[in-house]
């Protein structure tokens, strides 16, 4: 089982930039697909990035330009920078990893809060 670790939520206001960190000790997620989904209360789990295998990047189509993923240089870990947030990047962000060769599996870390308020 891959246990995800998150960092970096918190306050923020709006127009500025926060970075969340996820991080794994497993480094058979090298071989993974890793990123972040984001929930609101009320909707949806929803993608923000994720980094594919292959190299990748999903995007929600929102997000465009306001957002930048990275891995680590051991490839256990993913990075989201989020600029110029808005009221609306508020949420649970989910840092996510998945295998995407047999057995087809997805892993979740616990969340982390983000909240964007003057």
């Known amino acids: 089982q891959v246990q995800l670790m998150e960092t970096g939520g918190g306050l923020a206001q709006p127009g500025e930039s926060l970075t969340l960190s996820c991080e794994t000790y497993?480094?058979?997620?090298?071989?993974?697909?890793m990123g972040w989904y984001r929930q609101v209360p009320g909707k949806q789990r929803e993608l923000v990035a994720v980094?594919?295998?292959?190299?990748?990047?999903d995007i929600a189509e929102s997000l465009k330009g306001r957002v930048t993923i990275s891995r680590g240089h051991a490839k256990n870990s993913v990075h989201l920078q989020m600029n110029n947030l808005k009221a609306e990047d508020s949420g649970v962000y989910y840092c996510?990893?998945?295998?995407?060769?047999?057995?087809?599996?997805?892993?979740w870390g616990q969340g982390t809060q983000v909240t964007v308020s003057s």
């Open positions: 996510y990893a998945r295998r995407d060769y047999e057995p087809r599996t997805e892993y």
């Open positions: 980094l594919r295998r292959g190299g990748g990047i």
């Open positions: 497993d480094s058979v997620v090298m071989l993974y697909a």
